[in-house]
């Protein structure tokens, strides 16, 4: 029995004959979208590891180890709590919460975290120093900011 006490009729099954299971063949589902890679990677450079020379590339850089040597890249800098870079530094933009004892040189921004120590010179537009961090050195905050070609 149906809605409001009507009766419901259903059309009549056909039995599956060669002819008609061979008429329309079942269509196949739409193929899924495969994802997309991801656009940008992070190079971590992880607690335990000491690594002495030179670092370039064109991707996110975290150090959490120490790093010596010169640090060359078109993206983010970011050293970790427990880092240690010494070196000279060109990036996008550079993060310390930890320690960096070298040259930084930004188009962007250099930021400086409470737990944050830099000994050396900055050039960069913007230079953020948070209450705490500690910073030795000069700062050249000139509308060129840094990175390759900036002069």
């Not at 060669?18 to 607690?47: D, E, F, L, R």
């Not at 060109?90 to 737990?115: F, K, N, P, T, Y």
């Amino acid at each position: 029995m149906g809605i409001f006490g009507k009766t419901e009729t259903k059309p009549p099954q056909r039995p599956l004959t060669p002819s008609t299971a061979s008429a329309a063949p079942p269509k196949a589902a739409p193929p899924k979208p495969v994802p997309s890679a991801p656009t940008s990677t992070q190079c971590v450079i992880g607690a335990k590891t000491v690594l002495k020379g030179d670092i370039t590339g064109e991707e996110d850089v975290l150090v959490e180890g120490t790093v010596e040597g010169t640090i060359r890249i078109g993206r983010d800098l970011r050293v970790g709590p427990g880092g240690c870079v010494k070196a000279t530094v060109s990036a996008q933009s550079i993060v310390v919460a930890g320690e960096i004892i070298g040259d930084c040189q930004a188009a962007q921004r250099v930021h400086l975290e409470a737990s944050g120590k830099l000994t050396g010179n900055i050039r960069a537009p913007r230079v953020i120093i948070v209450e705490g961090a500690t910073f030795k050195g000069t700062s050249d905050m000139s509308p060129h900011g840094g990175g390759p070609g900036g002069a």
